[in-house]
């Protein structure tokens, strides 16, 4: 994959797949803009359980693709990391968007390493239930697969990270190495 849409590159993929970590790290490596839209849409609009309650589920899904547009509108060509809600592409709009001017990687993580994650489980909308986390990864993954440009299975983020660079010819971030401090004098 040698040109990214839009300079913009989006994480899918469900609760606990390391979306964030994974895009944090890929930001940190290539200094690269990260934006967590969940975290955007907390910061704009408040309380994402509470806007399920006052919106429903479809005043969400709007409010979230109205968000993404923003975000990717406002990125001017600058290399970003987005990691996106588990259920972004859930809703037509929102995953049509994703592809037509972002480049989406659908990142993957053991069912088995998860339902022993309580921090996981007890996340929206799965709501402590390892059944509820198979039936979402079971209507979710058909949804991934078709809006995905390229996958990635993700049980350490720093590999998975430096397995996206090296896949898609990431920029390295560039350091300054760091200067020699040893003051001390020795004469011969």
């Not at 971030?173 to 020795?186: F, G, L, R, V």
């Amino acid at each position: 994959m040698n040109k990214l849409k839009n300079n913009i590159i989006s994480l899918v993929g469900m609760t606990g797949c390391g979306k964030t970590s994974v895009g944090r790290i890929l930001a940190r490596k290539t200094g690269a803009a990260f934006i967590d839209l969940d975290e955007e849409i907390v910061a704009r609009h408040g309380v994402i359980r509470e806007i399920f309650d006052t919106k429903g589920e479809q005043g969400f899904r709007e409010l979230e693709r109205e968000t993404l547009a923003e975000i990717i509108a406002s990125a001017d060509g600058k290399l970003t990391i987005l990691s996106c809600g588990g259920g972004l592409p859930t809703y037509t709009p929102s995953r049509e968007l994703l592809r037509e001017m972002t480049t989406v990687l659908w990142l993957k993580r053991g069912y088995d390493s998860v339902i022993t994650d309580p921090s996981v489980l007890n996340r929206p909308p799965v709501n402590g239930s390892a059944d509820n986390y198979r039936r979402l990864m079971e209507a979710r993954y058909p949804i991934y697969r078709a809006c995905s440009d390229k996958a990635f299975y993700n049980s350490f983020p720093q590999r998975t990270a430096a397995m996206i660079i090296k896949k898609l010819d990431l920029p390295r971030k560039q350091t300054i190495p760091k200067k020699n401090t040893n003051h001390s004098t020795k004469e011969n």
